[in-house]
C-alpha cells in the first residue's frame, strides 16, 4: 500500500518539479514579452501555482517518508531485542552459556541482515520504479 503511494508521490514530485523549472525558464525567455504585455501578474500567478504544487507534492513525500522511517525504526530496533528474548529462557535455566547466546545473537543478525536488504532498499526501488514508467 505505501509502495504505491511512495511511487506515485515520487512520479508527482518529480513531475511537479520539471513543471516549475519549465515555467521559470519560459518566464527567462519572454521576459521581454512578458514586459511588453504586461503579463507579470499572469505570469506571477501561474509559477506560484506551480510552486504550490511543488510545496504539496513535498509536503506529501516527507509524511510519506515518515510512516517508512517510523516502521523501519521499529522493525530495527525490535529485531535487535528479538533473540535475546526468545534466547533468555534457555541462558536463565542454564542451558547456554552467556557464549552461547552471544554467538546465537550474532547469528540470527548476520542472517538478518542479508534477508533485510529489501527494507534497506525499498525508497530507492520505489524512486526507480517511480522514474522507469
Do not use: C
Amino acid at each position: 500500500v505505501v509502495g504505491s503511494q511512495l511511487i506515485r508521490i515520487s512520479y508527482a514530485l518529480q513531475h511537479s518539479t520539471a513543471d516549475y523549472r519549465s515555467g521559470l525558464i519560459r518566464v527567462r525567455e519572454g521576459a521581454e514579452a512578458i514586459a511588453l504585455f504586461d503579463a507579470k501578474g499572469f505570469e506571477e500567478v501561474r509559477l506560484q501555482y506551480l510552486f504550490e504544487r511543488v510545496r504539496l507534492v513535498l509536503w506529501q513525500s516527507m509524511r510519506t517518508n515518515l510512516r517508512i522511517s517510523l516502521f523501519q525504526s521499529f522493525y530495527y530496533f525490535f529485531s535487535n531485542f528479538f533473540p535475546l528474548y526468545m534466547l533468555a529462557p534457555s541462558y536463565f535455566n542454564g542451558h547456554m552459556t552467556l557464549g552461547g547466546v552471544n554467538q546465537a545473537t550474532y547469528a540470527q543478525s548476520s542472517v538478518l541482515g542479508a534477508l533485510s536488504w529489501f527494507m534497506n532498499s525499498y525508497t530507492t526501488l520505489t524512486s526507480f520504479r517511480a522514474t522507469s514508467s
